[in-house]
């Protein structure tokens, strides 16, 4: 009887061993090569989805700052890599839009930079103290609306230095209105953006020319985004260009460099959104020319939690921002 068991045990093992035997030989690796150009000097970002290959290609330096569609968020972002610069005016307390303004420390006050781990850490947010301060503004609890009680000085794209305030947020019908002007209160502008309805994460705002911006495409329709960005390296501030992620879409660096590999992995993925990052590749300081980091790739889950490989092949740099990569998925 217990010879007879076994023999059961054993043949159930080998229909299960065979079952996913035959479920592994059946996957397809389908491997996709991709050229995409952010053009002399990185002029453009190049947002890409990576289920069908869809690239929409934007201007990087038509905006200064953006708004965070979610009403449940607070950030907002500025163009530094464009030569936007923020920094926060030393205020005291019962301060009002209206004071004079003296700039004459400016050069010793710290520069704000956005987040390159999350969306949702502008430059804005950078001087936050914590909940219920997110930087700009303060929280309420009763109304869910976050009120301005900072005062910041910013240098637009052109050149201009504008002093700025976010006057609030109406959470729950998605509104920002802020306030600019010239340092000595002429020029003075005050917006309304309403962000209901849109279809993007951030809705972006030119201080130079006084327009909304329609640059991102539709929170779906991307997984990563090939752009310039700050980072810290060794407590440094620097601008990079590399790739990063979408709101909800993970990614996780590996050594797993067969080409011909269909074990991809089911964990172990990470939400920061450099997570793939600037250095998978290396600049030769002798013939300025880039070379692969070969030894790594990387899997990119997408918001439909359909896992990606990236395995990039050729970085030519800012005379012609053209790259190369390949696309592996399963199906």
Not at 273 to 293: A, H, L, P, R
Request: negative net charge; hydrophobic residues 35%.
């Amino acid at each position: 009887m217990k010879r007879v068991q076994y023999l059961i045990v054993v043949g159930v093992l080998v229909i299960l061993l065979n079952a996913c035997t035959k479920s592994t030989d059946s996957v397809n690796l389908v491997t996709k090569s991709e050229s995409i150009s952010l053009s002399a000097k990185y002029a453009n970002d190049i947002y890409y989805r990576l289920s069908d290959g869809l690239i929409t290609a934007v201007p990087r330096a038509n905006w200064d700052i953006a708004f965070c569609v979610s009403p449940r968020e607070a950030a907002i972002l500025t163009n530094t890599t464009s030569g936007v610069e923020l920094k926060v005016y030393p205020t005291v307390s019962g301060w009002n839009w209206s004071d004079p303004v003296d700039t004459s420390g400016y050069s010793g006050w710290a520069p704000l930079y956005n987040s390159d781990t999350t969306w949702t850490e502008g430059a804005f947010n950078m001087n936050a103290t914590g909940h219920p301060n997110y930087g700009w503004g303060v929280y309420d609890v009763n109304t869910h609306n976050l009120t301005g009680v900072a005062l910041y000085i910013l240098k637009t794209r052109a050149g201009s230095y504008k002093k700025i305030w976010i006057m609030e947020k109406l959470s729950a019908d998605q509104k920002f209105t802020f306030r600019y002007s010239d340092i000595d209160g002429s020029n003075e502008k005050t917006v309304n953006l309403d962000l209901k309805g849109s279809t993007k994460n951030f809705v972006y705002y030119s201080i130079d020319s006084n327009e909304k911006i329609d640059r991102e495409p539709d929170h779906d329709k991307w997984d990563i985004v090939f752009t310039k960005y700050h980072t810290l390296i060794e407590n440094t501030d620097y601008t990079v260009t590399g790739v990063l992620q979408n709101i909800a879409v993970t990614a996780q660096e590996s050594t797993d460099t067969d080409p011909a590999s269909r074990v991809f992995p089911s964990t172990g993925f990470l939400t920061a959104i450099s997570t793939i990052g600037s250095d998978w590749k290396v600049i030769n300081m002798q013939t300025f020319q880039y070379t692969i980091d070969d030894t790594r790739v990387f899997f990119v889950k997408d918001l439909t939690e359909a896992v990606h490989r990236i395995t990039f092949k050729t970085f030519e740099g800012s005379t012609t921002g053209n790259i190369t990569f390949d696309v592996s998925t399963l199906k």
